[in-house]
């Protein structure tokens, strides 16, 4: 039987939300993924803060970065906790989008065969409960 990626606890996991990654959090809450992008030079500032890193000035819009792709990612085998137990993995991953350039956005792929993941694979993202907020978590998507 193949074993599928692991989806961790994410519980206890506090979020370092401020006033600047906010929006993005609260997208989550409606299963909207959200990435800040430059009102003046349309860079998109991600991690996101006060300034464009480009051109400096303020002013931000929060925009949808298109179909998510894997960028990197690695295989962690996990042994079973318990005798009889069966291994699974866990897959850290980072996604790019289509429409946002040089954005990337880590978490891990979850309920994925190992063997059927490559880079570029285009990647769904839910969102699951944390201690403070929603964190995105990504599932392969079928090819379109
Ligand atoms: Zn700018």
Partial sequence: MTQRSITPDFSAFEVPIDVWSEPFWEGGKTGEVRMPRCVHCATFRWPA?????KCRTQPV????????R???FTILPVRGADPGEAPGARIPAL?????APGVRLVSV???AEPASVAIGAPIA???H????AVV?????ADPS
């Fill in 49 to 53: 803060g006060p300034f464009c890193p």
């Fill in 61 to 68: 819009e929060w925009v949808q970065p298109g179909q998510a």
């Fill in 70 to 72: 894997i960028y990197s």
């Fill in 95 to 99: 996604v790019s989008f289509d429409e």
């Fill in 109 to 111: 792929l979850v309920d």
């Fill in 125 to 127: 993202i839910t969102w």
């Fill in 129 to 132: 409960p944390a201690a403070n």
């Fill in 136 to 140: 995105p978590v990504f599932t392969l």
